[in-house]
C-alpha cells in the first residue's frame, strides 16, 4: 500500500488528505492516481466503497491553480444526493488549497446556482439535465474545462442521460483529460469510451467477486404478504445501527416508511417524486443519526456513502444484478463490514440465482426471523438502553423516590419487567398493508453474463417507464451546512447506537414525513421522462419501472 506523499501531491492536498483521516491510499487510488496525474483518460472499475471519489478528486484537484476564475473540472453523477456527495469530498479535498467548487442540480432554486457561479468555481459536480439546462442559459460554459469525470456513467446511460452526455462532452474542448468511473461497468460504457476518450487506460480493481468483500449476504424466501411482518422481525432482530431498505417502486417506499414509522420504527422515505428539500432533509437526518432506517428506491443505491450503514435490506429484489451490487455497496464502506439481506419470494428465485451468478457469490439462505428472536432482540435494545443510562449515571434522583416506593409494594423482576416493556413500545399489533408488487422477472442475459468483463446483453425489456417530468418545479434549497461523515463517526457504538435507535420508545418523534409528499408524482428525479430513442443506446431501456 502507498501513501498519498508518495504520489508527490502538493503539500496542501496532502494536508487535507490528512485531514480526512486517510493514511494509505486504497488500491484504485494507488493505480488511479498516478495515472491521472499524468494526464491520461481512464477508466476506473472498483468494488464498491473503495474510494472511487478520491481516486478521480485529488488528481483533478492538483491540476487546478488557485487563482483560476473559469470552470476547469466537472464531474457529472447520476443523482442530485451523489452530486452533493462529491462536491462535500472535492470540498473537503480542496480546503487548504482554497479552490471553489459547486454542486449543480436539479429540484434545487436555480437563482441561488446562479449566485454560486457568480463566485467563479473552478469544479462544478452536477447532474446532466440541471448543467443542460445553465448551460443553455449561458450561465454555465465549458470552454475551459480541462477534467471531465463521469460517476456512476454506467448509470447515467441507463437512466437515459446519453444525449445530455453527448450533448455535454462535445462542447468541453478536445483537448481534455475525461475520466469513467463505476464499479460495474455494461458494454454501453465501451461505446460512449470510444467515443470521447483517448486512448484510455484501464484501471481495474477487481477480485473474484464483484461485490465489496465485507458484507455479509443472505436471502430470505417469504411470499410477497409475509414481507413487512418478516422486515419488521428482521429489524427488531438485528437491531442495526443504520440500515438501508430498497423498495422497488415510489409507491412502495411511501408505504413502507409509513408502515415502520406506524410500527415505531425512527425511518422516512427517499424517492424522486420527494421536493428537494424534502430529499436533503431525510439524508440529513439518516446521515446525523435522527433516524435509522432509510427506506428509498434506487435512487439510493449509487454512491451513497453515509459511514455507520451496517445493514442493506433489499425489501424487493433489484431488477439486474448491477442494481444489487451498488444498492448492498452502500454497507461494508472503506474497510468496514456490513450485512446485506434479500428477500426473495417464490417466483423470484430464478431471479437470486441469476444474481448470485452473475456477482459470482453464494447468497446464504437463512430462515425468516422468529418471533422469538424478534423480541429477543427488541428486548436486548432496550436493556442496552437502560444499561447506558445507569453507567452514564443520568440524571435519576427525581425518580428514585418512587422507585424505592415501588420496591416496596412490589416484586422487582415483576416492576422491570413491566418497565421493560413499556419502553420497548411493542407496536406489532399495528396492521400495515402493502400494495402487492409483482415479481421480478429475471432479465433473459445473452451471452456472457458478467459484468466485470463489461460484456452485458441487451436487457429485453422495452420502455414502460413511469417517472414522468424533468426534475422541474425548482424547489427547495439546501442548506450547506449538512455534513457527510461528519460528527458522528465512531460514535455508533452499541450505547450510542441505543441512544439514536429511536422509535421503540417516545422521544424521536419528527417522522412526520409520510404524509405531504403524495400526489406529487410527476416531479420525478433528473430522470428522464422516457427511454431515449434505441438510436443512441445499446439498450433501449434498463428497467421494466423506472419508478424510482
Ligand atoms: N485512502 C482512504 N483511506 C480511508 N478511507 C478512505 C480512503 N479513500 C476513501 N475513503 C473513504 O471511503 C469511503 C468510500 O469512498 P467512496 O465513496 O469514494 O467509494 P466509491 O468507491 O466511490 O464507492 P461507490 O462504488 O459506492 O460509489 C468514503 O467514506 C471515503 O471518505
Ligand atoms: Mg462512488
Redesign the pocket.
Known sequence: MKTFAEFGLEPKVLQAITE???????P??EQAIPLALTGADLIGQ?Q???????AFGIPLISKIAREEEKILALVMTPTRELAIQVAE?IGKLTRFKGLRSLAIYGGQDIGRQIRGLKKKPQIIIGTPGRLLDHINRKTIRLDDVQTIVLD?ADEMLDMGFMEDIQTILKLVPEERQTMLFS?TMPPNIQRLAQQFLKNPQHVSVIPKQISAPLIDQAYIEVPERQKFEALSRLIDMESPDLAIVFGRTKRRVDELAEGLQKRGYSADGLHGDLSQNQRDAVMRKFRDGSIDVLVATDVAA??L?V?GVTHVINFDLPQDPESYV?RI?RTG??GKEGTAWSFVTPREMDHLHLIERVTRHRITRKPLPTMAEAIEGKQRITAERLLAMVEEGGELNEYKGIAIQLLEQYDSVQLLSAAMKLLTGDNKDTQVELTPEDPIRAKRRGGKNDIRSGRKPNGGYGGNRTGSGTGGGYKGNRDSGSSY?GGYKGNRDSSSGSTTRGGYSSGYGSNSSSGGYKGNRDNSADRKPSARPSSTSTRPAKREDYDI
Open positions: 480526512l483521516g486517510f493514511e494509505e491510499a486504497t484504485i487510488q472498483a464498491t466503497g473503495t474510494g472511487k471519489t478520491a469530498e456512476e464499479a449509487r454512491g456513502d459511514s451498488h455497496g464502506r472503506a461523515g
